[in-house]
């Protein structure tokens, strides 16, 4: 994973500080799917998307700097040990993060 590029999904409003982060995907194709399924999404009979991301999405490259994985039976993620693990205090779902003392 180190090294590869992945492109990240961003919501982009006006007058807000900071856009609002949708996804990462492997391929620039399935980030604009997904885009586009985004802009599909009605509430209350409007569109969603222009009420709450009036200037649109954007897809943003960005490189991976830390080798990781999913383990697919336990849903743990381990990663390599140069990574900053204060991640863990803001998600202590254990199905997402196990516990520092386990990595």
Known sequence: MRGDVVHLVYGVHAGRD??????GHRTEEAARAHIRELETRQMHGASWAAQ???????VRPAVVHTDFEINTSTGFVTCDRDVDLSIHTVMRDPRVLPPPERM
């Open 52 to 58: 709450y991301h009036d200037l649109g999405f954007v």
């Open 18 to 23: 900071a856009d609002v982060y949708f996804g």
